[in-house]
Structure formats: C-alpha cells, structure tokens
C-alpha cells in the first residue's frame, strides 16, 4: 500500500524530513465559543483534548485594534513550545526542518497586525520551512488573504480549514456556526490565490450516513484541495457530545464503518492530493473505545488498508 503522505510530499520538496511542530498561541479564541458566532463551540470541541498545553487565559478578540498588549507574550510562548518539541522530533523522527503549526482554536481569528507579526516570528525560528494555519472559513479576513497570497511565494505556507461535513444539517446540529456555502466561498476564494488549502473531514458525525461521508469527501474534493486530514469523530469529556452520548442518544461509529469509509475515499483520491492524517490521538477520550490505543487503532487502519486498496 502507497499512501501519498504529506511527509512524503514535503520529502520530494526539501529532499529531507520536514516535521511539523504544533503550537498553541495563548490569547487566542474562537469566534464560536466568544459568541461573535455562538458560544459553546462545536458540539465536539474541548480544545485542551488536542493540545494539553492551551493556555485559556488573555483572549484576544477581533475588535482589538490597537497595541496587542501581550504580543511579547506570545512570541515568547511560540519560541519556547518550537524550542520545547524539536529535540523530540529530532531524536524520534529524524527531523531537520520544521513546519510550525497553528493548531489550537483559530489562527487567523486576531487583529492583522497580530496575525502578521507571529506569522514572521515564526518564519524566523531555526530550520523552519514554512507555516501551516489552522482556521475557521468564516474566519479569515480579506486583508489576511492577500498578505497570505504574497507570503506563499517565500514559504511553504498552508491554510488548514476545519470542513467536516457538507451537510448543512448536520453542521447546524453540531453548532459549527457556518454553513457549507461559507466553506466552499472560501476555499475557492483560497485557491483562487493561489494559498495551499487542507481540509478536514469528520466520518461518524450525528445522524451521518455512509452516503453523507462519500458526499462531504466529494464535495470537499470538488472544492480543489491540496491535501486532507481524515478522522472519525471523538467523544471527549465536558463536551456537549459527551452528554448526548452518555444518554444513547450519539452512537460513535465502528471501527470496521471507519476503516470500510477511509478505503473508499482513499480509492477516489485523486493522486495529487496529500494525505495529512487517517486518525489522530486524542486525551480525555470517551469514545469510540477502538480509539483509546493510538498505535492499535492505526495498525488496524494500516492492515485494513493494505488488504482493500488495490
Ligand atoms: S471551530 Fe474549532 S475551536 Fe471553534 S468551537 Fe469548533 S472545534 Fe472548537
């Protein structure tokens, strides 16, 4: 089985390993949970599951135009997370260059100046090749656009956007806050830059069919993205999901539904397209049970894959 990684891509490119380096920028929130959208956030979202090191304090908001008054803060704090993980990376995978990653809650949701300013910090670090930004489509300012289309051309620069599904009905079920209209004006304004686009999908969310998987994959896929992140969808605790699924009301989806899904859209994958992830790990795991042991769930995922993708 050949996957066309996102490791393997940035391989063909630097002609070493590039490693991505997650970072969590203190201050920053989500329009869905401040409440210029809504507030309570996806039905799934406990950030902290996905970076144990969130700070939660100082939020920064996009009203905020004067002097950030803790930008020092948090360059200082994206200094020490990059030079905290890449003795690991190093030492475990051999890494030479790095990504920085903007992973946790919305990070093109701050003043320009803000976003402009820790952007280039970032680029500064040493052996960093570039920068991905994890976001909201409902999220992104014109004026950040266009620094980001002019920023491509001296960087490896991606734009991660959160898709999930593209059914309006399930994206209002789980409080997304946006509609799949806003995703594809988006990404198609995105591209249309020329900007590197990610996007994510969901498999296993409320009410989802087989049939809402394919059609959010191909809808995702029509939208001309570079590359993708699969996962199914987790329950995690002191979520609003946990409680829906402590009452029977939320049934997680197999891992045999999971494994049977990623085949099938791996299979229609068009060849360009990178792959980021198949699953992820996840703290404060309620379920699916099949997920609670990261390196069983991939073999499994793995060994599935090798027997079905011919
Ligand atoms: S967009 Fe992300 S950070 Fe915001 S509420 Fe949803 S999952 Fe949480």
């Given amino acids: 089985m050949q996957l066309y990684t996102f490791g393997k891509y940035l391989k063909n490119k630097f002609n070493t390993t590039v490693y991505k380096v997650p970072?969590?920028?203190?201050?920053?929130t989500c329009p869905n949970i401040d409440g210029r959208v809504a507030r309570g956030g996806c039905?799934?979202?406990?950030?902290?599951?996905?970076?144990p090191n969130l700070a939660k304090k100082e939020r920064v908001s996009l009203n905020f135009e004067s002097d950030n008054p803790i930008i020092d803060k948090q360059i200082n704090s994206l200094r020490k997370q990059f030079f905290d993980t890449v003795p690991f990376l190093q030492h475990r995978f051999d890494a030479h260059k790095y990504i920085v990653y903007f992973q946790s809650f919305t990070n093109t949701y701050a003043p320009f100046k803000t976003l402009q300013t820790l952007y280039e910090e970032a680029l500064k670090l040493p052996n960093v090749v570039g920068i991905s930004i994890g976001t909201r489509t409902d999220s992104i300012s014109d004026e950040t656009l266009q620094y980001l289309s002019h920023l491509k051309n001296r960087t490896e620069l991606w734009i991660e956007y959160g898709i999930q599904t593209s059914n309006d009905a399930t994206l209002?079920?789980?409080?997304?806050?946006?509609?799949?209209?806003?995703?594809?004006?988006t990404i198609t304004k995105t591209k249309q830059l020329g900007i590197n686009v990610c996007g994510h999908v969901i498999y296993g969310l409320p009410n989802e069919t087989k049939d809402d998987y394919k059609k959010t994959?191909?809808?995702?896929?029509?939208?001309?993205?570079?590359?993708?992140?699969?996962?199914?969808?987790?329950?995690?605790k002191n979520t609003l999901l946990?409680?829906?699924?402590?009452?029977?009301?939320?049934?997680?989806?197999?891992q045999e539904e999971y494994a049977e899904i990623l085949t099938w859209s791996i299979k229609h994958l068009p060849k360009h397209i990178s792959i980021q992830r198949?699953?992820?790990?996840?703290?404060?795991?309620?379920?699916?049970?099949?997920?609670?042991?990261?390196?069983?769930?991939?073999s499994y995922l793995h060994k599935y894959l090798n027997a079905h993708l011919h």
């Avoid at 039905?43 to 970076?51: D, G, M, R, Y």
């Avoid at 994959?217 to 995690?236: Q, R």
Wanted: glycine share 6%; hydrophobic share 40%.
């Fill in 278 to 298: 198949i699953t992820a790990g996840v703290e404060n795991l309620l379920a699916p049970s099949w997920c609670k042991n990261k390196s069983k769930q991939i």
């Fill in 43 to 51: 039905v799934f979202c406990e950030n902290e599951s996905f970076s």
């Fill in 23 to 28: 970072i969590s920028i203190p201050g920053f």
């Fill in 217 to 236: 994959f191909t809808d995702s896929i029509a939208l001309g993205i570079d590359s993708i992140k699969f996962h199914p969808l987790y329950v995690t």
């Fill in 172 to 185: 209002q079920l789980i409080n997304r806050g946006h509609d799949f209209a806003n995703v594809a004006h």
């Fill in 242 to 254: 946990a409680k829906k699924y402590e009452t029977g009301e939320f049934v997680p989806i197999t």
